[in-house]
């Protein structure tokens, strides 16, 4: 509940909203508010000289924002309209809540109406807070807009709420905190009062006692006021107009008003709208859910982050300690490079978990707000904001989009480090970027007793290490051109034994294999050196000369 205060809060003043009024762009907005944003236009801008004029713009004509919504040139916000040659000069306020606040064009007369609807300014103009859209109020000034009583209704529901526990309207002297409720005395008792002015016998042994917090719902569910229209205050609203999209009377049927209108029961469109409203909050709470369920992930990854961040450092560290002194510079930068890592994955994640934190809030507010609102049993102020409540909804639905609540960031740092170098190299030690999923395999060993030259050719033979663990999927056996050239290709495969014909005689060959796999490939081997026959003459075994590995 305490999410949904957000809704509940006017934009100007900052507070509860006070006697709210719904503004033809359906937001709303405090009677005293609204006087207060009240600027005034030229008289060639009034609804009455545009009717002087011929322009046939009838008096309700302001329910179309498109032909009516006048938008503020400057970028500043609103006060400065186009057109408006006496547009004022009045250094604008700011709300608590930072919306730019005009104060009143003129004194509001003295009159016998109150204060929220005395007369405003001739030829006034309104400018909604939160869309910005503006609109040059009629003859009827703020008595043109209709009072939001469903959010007056949720409001006190939710003040109520918050207040402190019920207590026995019986007690004589400190009031004891109610322990039931009886729905049909509609009286709080605590247990001694109960047992003294409400015994379970007699006439009173038919009444239903509830508990305290059951009896004020009942009470919140109670039949409401049925509303009156705006413009016949004596008619209650009967029908619903469709493309005006708001209730209306029989008397505004019959002034001709809506006679082209498509207009429906009230009743209907109440159940219609409700239906809407509970359907798209089916697919909001969906992704309410999701995003509740993505943050407890984002807070894992948090946890798991930092645990992984520990563990790394005590690998580098220890890698680092075993290279003695020659090491000890270098791991001050690697360390150092490892922390920004660490910060840098914090902080995508934990402005991750902030951004997402505060769209959820916004979200499970308005969630809450729309379930108070269907709660309501006034069809006329429900169907005066349920359209305006349904596009917010489905427009926030649309907010948590495809990769909305997608991790930006990975847990695993992937880095590993290389401390096979020699102690001399150690300048040139770094990490090594983008961690494979797998190892590489190991280095093949050459088999020298398999290894063997026949006049001219070779055969050489290896096998994998016998502790590895690491398959590989092939093998690269190298030769080089026999004088001391560069290394080329002449196998690759999955087999461990190959035979190299077509050699020159009497050459020195060396030769070299490594393995691979998806990974990558392995370190070569060690190079053995061949000495292929000095002629046609066999020979069955290689010669010491003929066979050395180094």
Same mark, same amino acid.
């Given at each position: 509940?305490?999410?949904?205060?957000?809704?509940?809060?006017?934009?100007?003043?900052?507070?509860?909203?006070?006697?709210?009024?719904?503004?033809?762009?359906?937001?709303?907005?405090?009677?005293?508010?609204?006087?207060?944003?009240?600027?005034?236009?030229?008289?060639?801008?009034?609804?009455?000289?545009?009717?002087?004029?011929?322009?046939?713009?009838?008096?309700?004509?302001?329910?179309?924002?498109?032909?009516?919504?006048?938008?503020?040139?400057?970028?500043?916000?609103?006060?400065?309209?186009?057109?408006?040659?006496?547009?004022?000069?009045?250094?604008?306020?700011?709300? +608590?809540?930072?919306? !730019?606040?005009? &104060? $009143?064009?003129? @004194?509001?007369?003295?009159?016998? #109406?109150? %204060?929220?609807?005395?007369?405003?300014?001739?030829?006034?103009?309104?400018?909604?807070?939160?869309?910005?859209?503006?609109?040059?109020?009629?003859?009827?000034?703020?008595?043109?807009?209709?009072?939001?009583?469903?959010?007056?209704?949720?409001?006190?529901?939710?003040?109520?709420?918050?207040?402190?526990?019920?207590?026995?309207?019986?007690?004589?002297?400190?009031?004891?905190?109610?322990?039931?409720?009886?729905?049909?005395?509609?009286?709080?008792?605590?247990? +001694?009062?109960?047992? !003294?002015?409400? &015994? $379970?016998?007699? @006439?009173?042994?038919?009444?239903? #006692?509830? %508990?305290?917090?059951?009896?004020?719902?009942?009470?919140?569910?109670?039949?409401?006021?049925?509303?009156?229209?705006?413009?016949?205050?004596?008619?209650?609203?009967?029908?619903?107009?469709?493309?005006?999209?708001?209730?209306?009377?029989?008397?505004?049927?019959?002034?001709?008003?809506?006679?082209?209108?498509?207009?429906?029961?009230?009743?209907?469109?109440?159940?219609?709208?409700?239906?809407?409203?509970?359907?798209?909050?089916?697919?909001?709470?969906?992704?309410?859910?999701?995003?509740?369920?993505?943050?407890?992930?984002?807070?894992?990854?948090?946890?798991?982050?930092?645990?992984?961040?520990?563990?790394?450092?005590?690998?580098?560290?220890?890698?680092?300690?075993?290279?003695?002194?020659?090491?000890?510079?270098?791991?001050?930068?690697?360390?150092?490079?490892?922390?920004?890592?660490?910060?840098?994955?914090?902080?995508?994640?934990?402005?991750?978990?902030?951004?997402?934190?505060?769209?959820?809030?916004?979200?499970?507010?308005?969630?809450?707000?729309?379930?108070?609102?269907?709660?309501?049993?006034?069809?006329?102020?429900?169907?005066?904001?349920?359209?305006?409540?349904?596009?917010?909804?489905?427009?926030?639905?649309?907010?948590?989009?495809?990769?909305?609540?997608?991790?930006?960031?990975?847990?695993?740092?992937?880095?590993?480090?290389?401390?096979?170098?020699?102690?001399?190299?150690?300048?040139?030690?770094?990490?090594?970027?983008?961690?494979?999923?797998?190892?590489?395999?190991?280095?093949?060993?050459?088999?020298?007793?398999?290894?063997?030259?026949?006049?001219?050719?070779?055969?050489?033979?290896?096998?994998?290490?016998?502790?590895?663990?690491?398959?590989?999927?092939?093998?690269?056996?190298?030769?080089?051109?026999?004088?001391?050239?560069?290394?080329?290709?002449?196998?690759?495969?999955?087999?461990?034994?190959?035979?190299?014909?077509?050699?020159?005689?009497?050459?020195?060959?060396?030769?070299?294999?490594?393995?691979?796999?998806?990974?990558?490939?392995?370190?070569?081997?060690?190079?053995?050196?061949?000495?292929?026959?000095?002629?046609?003459?066999?020979?069955?075994?290689?010669?010491?000369?003929?066979?050395?590995?180094?």
């Amino acid at each position: 509940m305490e999410e949904m205060e957000e809704e509940l809060k006017c934009p100007v003043c900052g507070s509860f909203y006070r006697e709210p009024i719904i503004l033809p762009c359906s937001h709303n907005i405090c009677q005293a508010c609204a006087r207060n944003i009240l600027v005034q236009t030229p008289e060639s801008e009034s609804p009455q000289s545009r009717r002087a004029s011929g322009s046939g713009v009838s008096d309700y004509d302001y329910l179309d924002l498109d032909k009516m919504s006048l938008y503020s040139e400057a970028d500043s916000g609103y006060g400065s309209y186009g057109g408006f040659a006496s547009a004022p000069t009045t250094p604008c306020q700011k709300s +608590p809540n930072g919306v !730019r606040v005009f &104060p $009143p064009a003129m @004194p509001p007369p003295a009159t016998h #109406l109150s %204060p929220a609807l005395a007369s405003v300014p001739r030829n006034s103009c309104i400018t909604c807070p939160q869309c910005h859209r503006s609109l040059i109020l009629d003859d009827r000034g703020l008595r043109g807009f209709p009072k939001n009583r469903v959010l007056e209704g949720v409001i006190d529901r939710y003040q109520q709420s918050k207040a402190a526990a019920l207590k026995c309207q019986l007690c004589e002297k400190a009031p004891k905190e109610a322990t039931v409720m009886c729905e049909q005395c509609d009286v709080f008792y605590c247990d +001694p009062c109960r047992l !003294r002015c409400h &015994p $379970p016998r007699g @006439p009173l042994a038919k009444h239903r #006692l509830v %508990p305290p917090a059951q009896g004020r719902v009942s009470r919140r569910l109670s039949p409401r006021k049925v509303s009156t229209c705006t413009d016949h205050e004596l008619e209650n609203h009967s029908m619903y107009c469709v493309q005006c999209k708001m209730p209306v009377c029989y008397q505004c049927l019959e002034e001709g008003k809506h006679s082209s209108h498509e207009v429906k029961a009230l009743g209907a469109m109440w159940k219609l709208h409700k239906s809407q409203l509970s359907q798209a909050l089916n697919g909001l709470s969906d992704r309410a859910k999701e995003a509740k369920e993505f943050l407890v992930q984002l807070r894992n990854m948090v946890q798991q982050i930092q645990e992984n961040s520990v563990e790394f450092e005590a690998c580098l560290v220890a890698q680092c300690d075993a290279l003695i002194d020659a090491l000890n510079r270098r791991k001050a930068q690697l360390l150092a490079r490892v922390n920004k890592e660490h910060e840098h994955k914090l902080k995508v994640v934990r402005d991750q978990i902030s951004h997402c934190t505060v769209k959820l809030r916004q979200t499970t507010g308005l969630m809450e707000y729309c379930l108070e609102v269907i709660k309501e049993n006034d069809p006329s102020g429900f169907l005066q904001i349920s359209d305006a409540l349904i596009r917010r909804v489905h427009l926030t639905e649309d907010q948590w989009g495809k990769g909305t609540l997608t991790p930006r960031m990975t847990t695993d740092f992937d880095l590993s480090l290389d401390n096979s170098p020699l102690l001399q190299s150690i300048h040139q030690l770094d990490f090594v970027q983008m961690k494979a999923s797998s190892p590489v395999p190991a280095t093949p060993i050459l088999q020298l007793e398999e290894c063997c030259t026949h006049n001219n050719s070779a055969t050489l033979s290896w096998k994998q290490p016998p502790l590895s663990t690491v398959p590989a999927e092939g093998y690269i056996l190298e030769l080089d051109d026999g004088n001391g050239g560069q290394f080329r290709e002449v196998y690759v495969g999955k087999e461990t034994m190959c035979t190299v014909d077509g050699l020159h005689f009497n050459s020195t060959y060396n030769a070299r294999v490594k393995a691979f796999n998806k990974t990558g490939v392995s370190q070569y081997s060690k190079t053995l050196v061949l000495q292929t026959s000095e002629g046609k003459a066999l020979q069955q075994y290689p010669s010491e000369r003929e066979l050395r590995g180094v």
